[in-house]
């Protein structure tokens, strides 16, 4: 770890809950995690799952109905927004538009009584860090989105937060600019060490960004891990639904072995017996015989020029399959499908 991180906090919400007095829902119920220092968390979910909420009672803005919010071990619900050594920043950059880039970056040093030299060297060091430095007489009117999206993320760098908190910080931006931002994003926060909380949607961005995801539907928190983990091993079925898995076989479990509708499979490992549904990821399934082989016929083909997408059907079960650009299967083709056990993973209902 580099020496910055030392400087990070470590996060934790205990049994979280929130409900807004006038609509009485929860927004939050019970979440429970911890985030490390220098460690970046997404807060990832659909439109209203709560990751706002939670971004807000971290930061101070809201009192959670119950549970606790803890910096490096201490709850942090007495101390007002301002003294959390937490920074944040939002979906809108929100600039001031009359003031320069330098004037909008130093705002929050400047009502702190900081020294002018200070203030001039601490912009110069946050421009450079979010590679804006020859900007720092432009008004925000003469930047473009992406623009005044790093000098609100200098201004928030500026004050040397323990925490860093994004909400959706990219989700205005066009998808070039976006994928650029994630990067600098990414660059920024491993050379801080900052400690950060990222809420997005996007599924795609909380993978690249994201040491580890939070996956919260209705206020819960569903699933918390490695990104790769929600893709090899989801937590449940909705959870897999999220990150796109489509193949689902249902079966009965007893030890390592399912009856399936396609025949016997082998599992890498143990299930919970009883009826189980198994998945698999579209580019695990084989086309080839072997332990865990069944008859398909092939229902439809897709050239999508990294890869073949293809639709089987075997014994009822339709299953997608995604096979290298070289693949040449034909509609009604009768072919062997192989589901290799390490990559089949038993869901849990
Ligand atoms: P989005 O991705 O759309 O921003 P979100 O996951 O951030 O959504 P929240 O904004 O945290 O979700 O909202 C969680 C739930 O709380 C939603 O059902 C929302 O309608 C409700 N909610 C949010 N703000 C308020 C409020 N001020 N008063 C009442 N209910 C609210």
Redesign the pocket.
Known sequence: MNQAVDRSARLQLEDLSHR?P??G?P?LSGLSLSVEPGELVAFL?P????????LKVIAGLLRPTSGDVLVDGRSVLGVPPESRGMAMVLQKPLLFPHMSVEANVGFGLRMRNVSKDRIGRRVGTALRQVRMEGFADRRPNELSGGQQQRVALARALITEPRLLLLD?PLSALDANLREEMRGLVKEIQREGGYTTVF?T?DQEEAVVLADRIAL?FE?GLHMYDKPRAFYDRPASRRVAGFFGATNFIRGWARNSAVETPLGHLKLARNAPPGDITLTIRPEAVRLEGGENSFPARVTEVAYLGTRVACSLDAAGVELQVALPPQARPHEGEEVTARLPAGSLWALEE
Do not use: F, I, Q
């Open positions: 807004y006038r609509t829902e927004a979910g439109s209203g799952c709560g990751k706002t909420t939670a959706e809420v949607h919260l206020g």
